[in-house]
């Protein structure tokens, strides 16, 4: 059986859509879809149902699938060992909101760079965009708290992010503590509100957390919004208002004493970030390095 058929037959599986593979494999969709009613042909038996959306593997799709990509996926690894030895440079294309990349994914791939990589980092902010990014072939790695679903990805629980509530002193002082464990986000009103986005989604996801409710518009809106965290963090130290941020984030505003923290629940909000990658593509050794190295450094975050 002809191994470029098997190749574009698991890409597709994988995918779940003609022209997605075709994207990946750097083919034509009518060029794959040839393949594969080639492949079809050959075997006797349909291998996909054509969707309006896409394809889904039949019964005998799937068993191929499961028979044929761990052989393919061997292959692939001892091609790349041997671009590896013969000094092939790869270059690492990754992705993810630019706040996580620049303080965690960019500092723990660095001593990568120089042993046979080098690297391009997207910075996104929304999940979505970021998981299609990967999908169409622009990305290698992801970084994302949007756990993807399909048979495209394969995604690795990376670490747990706290999230923390936040103020200058300034406003610190003026929140009666035993008012706010007592009587939750009421203690805050009258305080300005700095976020990311116009929907409030770290404070949404904090008071659902923590106090059980969800911000009442009326008292709490925001004055300033800012798609970027490191921009929320210092807007907070400036005295602008309060704010919810990744303990990773403020760590050390809080430890210098320029921000505070207005809250210690007994269980602190967490959010996981995923760290993802297409199906099968860990068999090229620069990427497989990369992911082990986020794995390793994510123990001490």
Same mark, same amino acid.
């Given at each position: 059986?002809?191994?470029?058929?098997?190749?574009?037959?698991? +890409?597709?599986?994988?995918?779940?859509?003609?022209?997605?593979? +075709?994207?990946?494999?750097?083919?034509?969709?009518?060029?794959?879809?040839?393949?594969?009613?080639?492949?079809?042909?050959?075997?006797?038996?349909?291998?996909?149902?054509?969707?309006?959306?896409?394809?889904?593997?039949?019964?005998?799709?799937?068993?191929?699938?499961?028979?044929?990509?761990?052989?393919?996926?061997?292959?692939?690894?001892?091609?790349?060992?041997?671009?590896?030895?013969?000094?092939?440079?790869?270059?690492?294309?990754?992705?993810?909101?630019?706040?996580?990349?620049?303080?965690?994914?960019?500092?723990?791939?660095?001593?990568?760079?120089?042993?046979?990589?080098?690297?391009?980092?997207?910075?996104?902010?929304?999940?979505?965009?970021?998981?299609?990014?990967?999908?169409?072939?622009?990305?290698?790695?992801?970084?994302?708290?949007? =756990?993807?679903?399909?048979?495209?990805?394969?995604?690795?629980?990376?670490?747990?992010?706290?999230?923390?509530?936040?103020?200058?002193?300034?406003?610190?002082?003026?929140?009666?503590?035993?008012?706010?464990?007592?009587?939750?986000?009421?203690?805050?009103?009258?305080?300005?509100?700095?976020?990311? =986005?116009?929907?409030?989604?770290?404070?949404?996801?904090?008071?659902?957390?923590?106090?059980?409710?969800?911000?009442?518009?009326?008292?709490?809106?925001?004055?300033?919004?800012?798609?970027?965290?490191?921009?929320?963090?210092?807007?907070?130290?400036?005295?602008?208002?309060?704010?919810?941020?990744?303990?990773?984030?403020?760590?050390?505003?809080?430890?210098?004493?320029?921000?505070?923290?207005?809250?210690?629940?007994?269980?602190?909000?967490?959010?996981?970030?995923?760290?993802?990658?297409?199906?099968?593509?860990?068999?090229?050794?620069?990427?497989?390095?990369? =992911?082990?190295?986020?794995?390793?450094?994510?123990?001490?975050?």
């Amino acid at each position: 059986m002809d191994l470029t058929l098997l190749r574009t037959f698991v +890409a597709v599986h994988r995918a779940g859509s003609f022209t997605r593979a +075709a994207a990946l494999l750097g083919l034509s969709q009518p060029a794959v879809t040839s393949q594969i009613r080639t492949l079809e042909r050959q075997l006797g038996r349909p291998l996909f149902h054509r969707r309006a959306r896409g394809v889904t593997p039949t019964a005998v799709g799937d068993e191929l699938a499961h028979k044929a990509a761990p052989h393919l996926d061997a292959l692939l690894r001892i091609t790349e060992a041997e671009r590896e030895a013969a000094g092939a440079l790869r270059t690492l294309h990754v992705a993810g909101p630019p706040e996580f990349l620049c303080l965690r994914v960019l500092p723990a791939l660095a001593l990568l760079v120089g042993q046979g990589h080098t690297l391009r980092a997207a910075p996104q902010t929304g999940a979505q965009a970021t998981l299609d990014g990967l999908a169409a072939g622009h990305h290698d790695l992801v970084v994302t708290t949007a =756990h993807p679903r399909g048979g495209l990805f394969s995604a690795t629980a990376l670490c747990d992010e706290e999230h923390v509530l936040v103020a200058a002193p300034y406003w610190a002082a003026l929140v009666d503590r035993d008012r706010l464990r007592i009587e939750g986000p009421a203690a805050l009103d009258g305080i300005p509100l700095v976020e990311v =986005h116009e929907s409030l989604p770290l404070v949404t996801r904090y008071w659902a957390a923590v106090f059980d409710a969800l911000p009442d518009a009326r008292s709490l809106a925001a004055t300033v919004v800012v798609p970027d965290l490191r921009a929320v963090l210092e807007c907070v130290r400036a005295g602008a208002g309060l704010a919810v941020l990744p303990r990773y984030l403020c760590q050390e505003a809080l430890g210098s004493g320029r921000i505070v923290a207005l809250a210690e629940p007994p269980v602190p909000p967490l959010r996981t970030w995923f760290l993802v990658v297409r199906t099968g593509s860990l068999a090229l050794a620069h990427l497989a390095r990369a =992911h082990d190295r986020l794995l390793d450094a994510a123990v001490h975050w």
